[in-house]
């Protein structure tokens, strides 16, 4: 069941507008659940810019290594070291302990730019 509070793009990562106006990524359970177990995390440091569309990390499973895309510009602002040391914890609780980042946007978030749970439904099925 996909979160409905949730925006989500086709590269298949999540994102969650905290109450600072800080962004919380991570992968939805799709694309965890197609990596099978994940094996080891790569994350950005604290204070790294991004930009969107653009790698910043890696999630490694017994199948594949792949990449996690910005889904906006930014700063890294908070990582969620546990998953490094617990990679596991992905496939265990992606939308809760299994978060990746924390982006501070260089722009205000506009949801129409990412997909609701309908329209990810939609990539996911297709």
Do not use: C
């Amino acid at each position: 069941m996909l979160p409905a509070d949730l925006l989500y793009t086709a590269q298949h990562e999540w994102l969650a507008v905290q109450p600072d106006g800080t962004v919380r990524v991570g992968i939805t359970d799709f694309a965890q659940d197609s990596l099978g177990d994940i094996v080891f995390v790569a994350l950005p440091g604290v204070g790294d810019d991004v930009a969107a569309g653009q790698a910043m990390g890696e999630v490694e499973s017994t199948k594949s290594v792949s990449e996690v895309y910005a889904p906006l510009a930014g700063r890294i602002s908070r990582r969620n070291d546990a998953v490094e040391t617990a990679p596991e914890t992905i496939n265990d609780d992606p939308y809760g302990e299994g978060w990746l980042v924390e982006i501070e946007p260089v722009a205000e978030v506009a949801a129409a730019e990412f997909l609701d749970v309908a329209g990810y439904e939609a990539v996911i099925k297709s």
